[in-house]
């Protein structure tokens, strides 16, 4: 398992259009039949990679390998790779059945394969009775899933998907995110999902790789990912979070030891080196702080008082001034009994050191 080559491996990647660099050395493998999601910011070098990868655009720099073959300079036709577009870019003036075979007729396959295979993909993605239909006859999600017919239909060992949801109202969106993840685990294929959403990246992904001014800013699962983020901008990205800046201290085994304004806290080490005494910054998610009435024995814990309550429904977001700070806030999340609870008096909070990430920068 751990020595199978990967399905697709980049390799040291560049790309820039004129001044601005889209990719900067870009290396990533994708083993085969992974979900993954490419997550990051509008302009961050996502549709590049994935214009690279399907062919449609060329590195200044690095390869592209693709089931062992350099494919960086091959044409897209040649590559068994596949796109769905955030448009679905189907063919207005053409029905279902013949969207659906303009791949297999451009792979030079015969009337009658194309028909059963028409057939086959069509009754997978429950578009049976819809053969027919112009896509201006169709709902938007059954125009998506036209679009994903289309790009499975030559039997694509990738397919790269640039953001195919973003047309979608949020209720339809959610559904086809299931359907999408279904269909993957179906298919056993490789699929590299683009999005912006931290929340629809969060739900779909075996792993997620953020990007960032076109460099991956780390590499993990959404729990990795959510829970111990290794910068900034994914503990930023990613959810909501607490980033409170402190001072090395000391370091014990995995644990950072910080002073944030004379508190001493503790949080899980970053993978690269610190020194004592350098500005360092952690991260909390508001989820992770526990409200007490009396100092709890916990690795970390400050007394605050609540300034703001915002009703969230099944939830409470409290804003509380911590004490001995200047005027630092934390914010937190609690069921919206606990926070209706909660009054002006000074309360303790408390986390452990589990639930605080040092971040890397
Ligand atoms: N054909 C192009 N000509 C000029 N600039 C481009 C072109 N394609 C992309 N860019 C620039 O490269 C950067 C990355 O773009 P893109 O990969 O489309 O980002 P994303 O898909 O993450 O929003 C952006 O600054 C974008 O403006
Ligand atoms: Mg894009």
Known sequence: MTDAPPLVRIEG?????????????????????????????????????????????????????????DVTTQPPEKRHVNMVFQDYALFPHMTVRQNISFGLELKGMDKANIKRRQDEIMAFLELDGFGDRYPGQLSGGQRQRVALARALAPDP??????EPLGALDAKLRGQVQQELKSIQQRTHKTFFFVTHDQEEALTMSDRIVVMNKGRVEQDGTPEELYFHPATRFVAEFIGETNLLSGQMRARD????????????????????????????????????????????????????????????????????????????????????????????????????SDSMAVLQD
Request: hydrophobic residues 40%; glycine residues 14%; proline residues 4%.
């Open 13 to 69: 990647i560049s790309k820039s259009f004129g001044n601005t660099v889209a990719l900067d050395n870009l290396t990533l493998d994708i083993a085969r039949g992974e979900f993954v999601t490419f997550l990051g910011p509008s302009g961050c070098g996502k549709s590049t990679t994935l214009r690279i990868l399907g062919g449609f655009e060329r590195p200044d720099k690095g390869r592209v390998i693709l089931d062992g073959e």
């Open 253 to 352: 085994g995995d644990r950072i030891v910080m002073d944030w304004f004379g508190h001493t806290l503790s949080g899980q080490a970053p993978a690269g080196p610190l020194q004592t005494g350098d500005a360092i910054t952690a991260s909390v998610r508001l989820e992770k702080l526990g409200f007490h009435t009396t100092r709890p024995n916990a690795a970390n814990a400050v007394q605050g008082k609540v300034v703001g309550k915002t009703f969230l429904g099944s939830r409470m977001a409290l804003d509380l001034v911590i004490e001995e700070t200047e005027g630092a806030v934390l914010r937190a999340f609690v069921d919206a009994e606990t926070g209706q609870a909660v009054g002006a008096d000074p309360i303790w909070i408390g986390w452990d």
């Open 157 to 162: 060992a990738l397919l790269l998907l640039d």
